[in-house]
């Protein structure tokens, strides 16, 4: 899972990636040349309303395909391509082709991005958004940034200066893996977040008998509705936590168990088969969902 090792750590020896340095360093090297090697793609996971469960948006994860390994996980590949510095253009990259694609669809959903607090921390990065979507043509409510509670241990000044600028930009801001951070709710005053991720360590096992997830989910809800905030309970996998999750008041659902993410023209073909079911953004109601 990727979250077994806590966040913030580098999980260079895991799975795919154990064996040894030597190894290591060719996968570096690979990951240099995976956006020109054409190797790298961008799926994406509906978001349904937990009422309705009509398709209100979605994530674009990155997929990177090894020639000789196969799918390389994002949880190992993107802390690489942090500590060799190759994650502002990956998510340049990203960012521009999430925004591309989904301009391609004939429908209006909302698409968020995963924000390394690398990028964040880059002082032209309202200016790399502000391209993919004037190059795209994408209008900026559609677009939502997902970031982590690592971007508050940076320079307090200077993130809020970043959340200002990308405000005014007009594009919607989640905060992802809710509470698995080095949370304090304090940073949750001045914070512009349109929308809170409950990370799915509190999903998984909230059924069971004893857990105190779906106290801390309750929690949670009530805090973001009293900021005014969306929910999204990531991870919804079996019925039960999708009764759960929904009886404790999150706005969307994320999980297997509506899809997993998948390429963008799948993506497409399920909408318009209609296996998923969408709700257009139109233009007044993107505020509230
Ligand atoms: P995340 O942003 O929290 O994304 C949600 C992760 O949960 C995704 O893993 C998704 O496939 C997985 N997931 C969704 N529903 C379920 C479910 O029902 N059960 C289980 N077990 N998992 C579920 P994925 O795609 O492996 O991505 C892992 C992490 O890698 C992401 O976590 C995000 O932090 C990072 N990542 C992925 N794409 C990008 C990207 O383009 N840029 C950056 N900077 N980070 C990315
Ligand atoms: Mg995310
Ligand atoms: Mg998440
Ligand atoms: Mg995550």
Known sequence: AAKAGGRGQYRFYSSDLKDGAKNRHQIEEDLRDAIDNHQLAMHYQPLVCSKTHMVKGCEALMRWTHPERGEISPADFIPVAEEIGIIRQMGEWALNEVCRQAMSWPVE?????NVSAMQFSQDDFPSVVKSALAESGLAPHR???EITESVFLGDTGRTQRMFGELKAIGVRLALDDF????SSLSYLRNAPFDKIKI???????????GSNNAAILSAIVSLANALEMETVAEGVEAKDELDLVTQRGATLIQGHIFSRAIPSEDFLERLKEGKLKYEPLGPDKYRAA
């Open 199 to 209: 990370d799915q360590s509190f999903v998984r096992g909230a059924t069971e008998e």
């Open 109 to 113: 959903l909302r698409v968020a991005v």
């Open 179 to 182: 509470g698995t951070g080095y």
């Open 143 to 145: 677009l939502e940034l």
